[in-house]
C-alpha cells in the first residue's frame, strides 16, 4: 500500500473511522505547539544579552525531560542535565554571559530561582542576584573531541538547545518527590536514582510541553520573544537516560518503540504526506517535518543603524548528517553537502550553497555577487551557509542587532523589503533542482524531499532617542515561511 500521500479529506476521513489517537503514532510538527521534544533555534548571550526559556507542562502528570544546549558552529553539546516536572508545572532559567554576571570565565551559563528538580542542581555561585548558576562546558569539542572548530570557551556564547521528554511520571515515589508543597518540591535529591530504577510509575511521554525564549538585553530595552517548535508523536516508547548522556537525542523517534520505524507527517500544499523511515534513518523523519526548499521572510535596515534585521536560521538536525561524532562516517550524509572541517570547507565550517533573491517592496529586484553574502567567504562554495546556528543580517557585516559571532551579511541596495533562500539551486536565484538540490535519502516507498530542515525567525529593532531624551527601541520577532518540494514515491 502506497502510505505516502493522503489528503486532507481522507485524512478525516480515517480520523473518523479509527480514531484519531492511532494518528499519533507517527512524528509530526504540531500547529498548536504542543509536543513531546521542543526545539528552541537560538539563544545567545552577546551584546550584553541574556536568554530567557520557559517550558510548561499541561498535563496531570509528571515529566522527565532532558534538557540539551549546543553551541552553533557543529552543534556540540555545551550543557545537558535532566529536568523533571510536576504536574501542570512551569521551569524558567536565563542563560547569561559568565563575566556579565560577575563570574570567572569567557563562556556562557544558565541559572534559575525555579524550583522544579533538575539533575544534577546548579552548585556554582551564588551570584550577585543570589542564585546558584552551571557554566557551559567546552569538553565536546576539546582535546581528544576536537572537531576542528574553535576550542575556546567564547564557542558557547550563542547557538540553539533542545527539550526532550524521556517519560511520563504517574505515581508512586518518584511523583510525590518532584510534586511541590506550597511551592516547594518534596526531595529532589532522589529523583535521579528513581528515574534510572524505572518501574510502573514510569511510562512512556505522552506529550503536552510547550515552551518559550526571549532574547533581552535590559539596557538598550531590546526584547526578542519566540515560541519553540512543538514536535510531537516522537517516540512511543521511554527513553530514560542518565544526566551527561547524549541520549535520548532527536535520532530516536519511533513508531512503536526503540527499534521500530519511524514516520513523519508532513502537510506539503495542503496534502499530507506520509514517509516512513527504518530505524537506522530515524532522523529523516525529524528532519522532514523542517524540510524547505525555500524560505521567506522581510528586512529592514538603515545606514545609520537606526534600523536592523538578522534573520536565524538553524538546522536543528544538521550535526547527524555531518559530523563524524553522530554520523558515524568523516563523509556527508544527504541532504547535507560536506562534513563538519573537512578538506573542501575551511575548518569549523560546513557549507551548504544556496541562492538569494532580494526584492524591495514594489517588486524590484536586484542580482546578487557572485557570492551572494559579503564579504565572500574566502575559499567557500558560492552563497554558502556554513554553521549550523547561522544569523544573516542585511546592514553590512558588522550591523547584526543581535551581536552574533555566526554572521553573514546580504547587501541589498534597498532599504527594506524580502529576501528568498533558496536551498535547491545550482546558482544564485535559481530554483531548477540540480548540482545544490539538497536530495534527502529516500524513505521505504522512494520518497525524497529537497531542501534542508530548517527553524527560525526574523528579528528586528527601531531605535528612536528624540521621545523627550529617553532612548526608545522597539522590537519584533517573525517566524520564517517556508515552501517545500517533494518527491512522492511508489
Not at 498548536?32 to 545567545?44: N, S
Not at 555566526?406 to 534597498?414: K, M
Not at 522512494?446 to 534542508?452: A, I, K, N
Request: glycine share 12%; with cysteine.
Amino acid at each position: 500500500m502506497n502510505r505516502n500521500s493522503l489528503t486532507t479529506a481522507v485524512v478525516a476521513g480515517i480520523a473518523g473511522v479509527v480514531g484519531i489517537a492511532n494518528m499519533a503514532n507517527a512524528v509530526n510538527l504540531n500547529p498548536d505547539g504542543l509536543g513531546q521534544v521542543l526545539l528552541y533555534p537560538y539563544y545567545t548571550v552577546n551584546n550584553s544579552q541574556n536568554t530567557l526559556l520557559s517550558v510548561v507542562n499541561t498535563t496531570s502528570n509528571g515529566k522527565a525531560v532532558k534538557v540539551r544546549f549546543l553551541e552553533g558552529y557543529n552543534s556540540r553539546e555545551v550543557l545537558d542535565f535532566n529536568l523533571f516536572l510536576s504536574p501542570y508545572d512551569v521551569w524558567t532559567a536565563a542563560v547569561f554571559k559568565l563575566s556579565d554576571g560577575g563570574a570567572a570565565g569567557d563562556g556562557a551559563g544558565i541559572f534559575t530561582f525555579d524550583n522544579s528538580c533538575t539533575a544534577p542542581t546548579f552548585t556554582s555561585g551564588p551570584l550577585g542576584n543570589g542564585a546558584g548558576y552551571q557554566a557551559f562546558l567546552h569538553y565536546a569539542y576539546t582535546g581528544s573531541y576536537s572537531d576542528g572548530g574553535p576550542t575556546d570557551d567564547t564557542r558557547t556564547l550563542e547557538g540553539h538547545f533542545e527539550m526532550i521528554s524521556m517519560a511520563d511520571i504517574t505515581a508512586g515515589t518518584l511523583l510525590t518527590d518532584i510534586t511541590h508543597v506550597n511551592g516547594v518540591p518534596a526531595k529532589c535529591s532522589a529523583a535521579e536514582a528513581l528515574l534510572e530504577a524505572g518501574g510502573a510509575t514510569v511510562i512512556p511521554p505522552t506529550g503536552g510541553l510547550f515552551g518559550a525564549a526571549s532574547i533581552v538585553n535590559v539596557g538598550q530595552g531590546t526584547y526578542y520573544a519566540y515560541n519553540a517548535d512543538a514536535i510531537d508523536g516522537f517516540t512511543a516508547s521511554t527513553l530514560v537516560s542518565s544526566t551527561g548522556s547524549l541520549d535520548p537525542s532527536l535520532r530516536d523517534a519511533n513508531d512503536a518503540g526503540a527499534g521500530s520505524d519511524a514516520t513523519a507527517y508532513v502537510f506539503n500544499n495542503g496534502t499530507l504526506v506520509s514517509a516512513v523511515y527504518s530505524s537506522s534513518q530515524a532522523i529523516d523523519a525529524v528532519s522532514a517535518l523542517f524540510d524547505a526548499s525555500n524560505v521567506y521572510n522581510q528586512y529592514q535596515h538603515s545606514s545609520n543603524g537606526s534600523v536592523g534585521s538578522d534573520w536565524v536560521v538553524t538546522f536543528p538536525t544538521k550535526r547527524f548528517y555531518v559530523d563524524s561524532l553522530y554520523a558515524g562516517s568523516s563523509a556527508p550524509i544527504a541532504p547535507f553537502e560536506h562534513a563538519f572541517s573537512d578538506s573542501k570547507t575551511t575548518l569549523g565550517l560546513s557549507c551548504d550553497v544556496v541562492g538569494i533573491s532580494i526584492f524591495d517592496r514594489e517588486e524590484r529586484t536586484t542580482s546578487t555577487p557572485s557570492c551572494g553574502f559579503s564579504p565572500c567567504p574566502p575559499g567557500q562554495p558560492d552563497s554558502s551557509i556554513c554553521h549550523e546556528t547561522n544569523v544573516i543580517t542585511f546592514g553590512g557585516a558588522d550591523s547584526s542587532i543581535l551581536g552574533s559571532n555566526l554572521v553573514s551579511n546580504i547587501a541589498s541596495p534597498f532599504a527594506n523589503g524580502w529576501v528568498q533562500l533558496s536551498f535547491t539551486t545550482a546558482a544564485n536565484g535559481g530554483t531548477a533542482k540540480t548540482g545544490h538540490d539538497h536530495a534527502s535519502r529516500t524513505d521505504v516507498n522512494g520518497t525524497v524531499f529537497y531542501g534542508l530542515p530548517v527553524s527560525g525567525f526574523e528579528a528586528e529593532n527601531f531605535v528612536n532617542g528624540n521621545l523627550g531624551g529617553v532612548l526608545a527601541n522597539y522590537s519584533g520577532v517573525y517566524r520564517h515561511r517556508n515552501s517545500r518540494s517533494v518527491f512522492l514515491g511508489s
